[in-house]
């Protein structure tokens, strides 16, 4: 079981079920999204995913056709990723879970706008 939180705290959600991959993602729609040099993201199954407080605080951004991104409309969190070609999976951001995410991170997506001002690995 994963548990994850907003920055205000008035969002709190669970994911009893497995993490697919996690990945970061380096494009440009993440990066501003974020303000950050890139998305970090656990996939899961939609059906593991549920809002344990403050869904009425969760805005959905339509970033594309299909893409939908979820974050506090109190503090701006970003929360999820989902694309409604997609369904059946969630992405949840890593830097929302509590305790920290300690497992592997197995994708970089997008790595041709990966931004020179990250450090160096
Ligand atoms: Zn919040
Ligand atoms: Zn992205």
Partial sequence: MLRGSCLCGGVAYRVDGPVHHASHCYCTMCQKQHGAGA?????????????????????????????????????????????????????????????LYDGPVERELYIETKPAWLPVR
Avoid: K, M
């Fill in 39 to 99: 998305g970090s993201y656990a996939n899961v199954d939609s059906a593991a995913y549920a809002v344990e407080r403050g869904q009425e605080l969760v805005v959905e951004y339509a970033s594309s056709e299909h893409g939908r991104r979820g974050f506090c409309r109190v503090c701006g969190s970003t929360l999820t990723w989902r694309s409604t070609e997609s369904p059946e999976t969630i992405a949840v951001t890593l830097g929302t879970l509590e305790p």
